[in-house]
Nanobody, 124 residues
């Protein structure tokens, strides 16, 4: 089982990026995106429940980021708009077999599988 994250890059403030997380081998119950900036702890970004697309966002991402799933491609996307320099981080996708309640999606320990991370740099 592998999670392959892609789509990172360098973008100017106010710009957009779309990250993708492709799962090989199976479909999971819940997916999440986390990020880690240099010198900081890993933090929750967004989560989605595969069965019904229920989502959860960190407060600072609400209205700017959108998580979605593509059933045909077994892929989860994170659309990031209005990017800020403080969004600069390595972004990780994560997944679990569990179909979590909304409240559990933001917990690191709720996920069993992690992708390799993709770098997002927001800079002018």
């Amino acid at each position: 089982v592998q999670l392959q994250a892609s789509g990172g890059g360098v973008v100017q403030p106010g710009g957009s990026l779309r990250l993708s997380c492709a799962a090989s081998g199976r479909t999971f119950g819940t997916y999440g995106w986390f990020r880690q900036a240099p010198g900081k702890d890993r933090e929750f970004v967004a989560g989605i429940r595969w069965s019904d697309s229920n989502t959860k966002y960190a407060n600072s991402m609400k209205g700017r980021f959108t998580i979605s799933r593509d059933k045909a491609k077994n892929t989860v996307h994170l659309q990031m708009n209005s990017l800020k320099p403080e969004d600069t981080a390595v972004y990780y996708c994560a997944a679990t077999s569990q179909t979590w309640i909304i409240g559990m999606m933001s917990s690191n320990s709720a996920y069993s599988y992690w992708g390799q991370g993709t770098q997002v740099t927001v800079s002018s």
